[in-house]
């Protein structure tokens, strides 16, 4: 079934576009037909993107994606399933559509779903998340959480930006540390290091290393002084 789903995600016809009403980037959710298949998805157009002063334009389809390749090679399963495709309006990011009640984030996360939090608050200091609002955490008809919105990530200067504080001078739980120690071996393999190649900079990819041997070494979530 996951395999269907990337095919017809990848492959799909775009059968419509519709576009959301948040965020100040153009968002559509879109349908993808192949065949007898379909699904929804999210799709963020490169030509849709609003100009910002501290990233570069047109880079966070680019992103979305790197941060679903970051999620893949660490194994958390937190970031929905996202590729890179030409649309309606061109190139841009195309994420699946995760169903959800839209009226429940982060503010009704409560103690059973701490550990989920726990690993999307390291997600984000590994990627460097600028903009993990409320609203970019969902709970879907599972009651799984999933982190979303992930365009303004891998920025080479550490400017995290996050509504969770939750877990501020704790220590990051050890499971999560050795998934963490174990992506930066990975890291070392040149043909891991292709997948983030036409995604981020080179001295993106770098400080990306440089946040994980950090975050290793301090091995706790920070706090706001």
Not at 27 to 48: A, C, M, Q, W
Not at 55 to 63: A, C, D, M, V
Request: aromatic content about 10%; charged content about 30%.
């Amino acid at each position: 079934m996951a395999r269907l789903k990337t095919e017809v995600l990848i492959s799909g016809d775009m059968v419509s576009c519709a576009l959301t009403a948040k965020g100040s980037n153009y968002t559509f959710l879109s349908e993808f037909v192949l065949g007898d298949e379909n699904l929804f998805g999210i799709y963020k157009p490169r030509d849709g993107e609003a100009p910002l002063w501290d990233f570069p334009s047109g880079t966070l389809y680019k992103r979305e994606y790197a941060s679903y390749v970051l999620d893949d090679l660490l194994g958390w399963n937190i970031v929905p399933e996202t590729i890179i495709r030409e649309g309606k309006y061109g190139i841009g990011s195309v994420q699946i559509y995760i169903e959800h009640d839209p009226t429940k984030n982060y503010y009704q996360v409560d103690e059973r779903h701490h550990d989920e939090l726990r690993k999307i608050a390291c997600f984000d200091l590994v990627a460097n998340n600028t903009d993990r609002k409320a609203d970019h955490i969902i709970i879907d008809n599972n009651d799984k959480l999933w982190g979303i919105d992930q365009g303004l990530t891998f920025h080479e200067d550490i400017k995290i930006r996050t509504v969770i504080w939750d877990f501020q001078g704790e220590d990051i739980p050890n499971d999560l540390l050795n998934d963490i120690e174990a992506l930066k071996i990975k890291l070392n393999n040149d043909d891991v290091c292709k997948r983030f190649e036409g995604l981020l900079s080179e001295r993106e990819q770098e400080s990306l290393r440089a946040r994980i041997d950090l975050f290793l070494d301090f091995g706790k979530y920070p706090g706001l002084g």
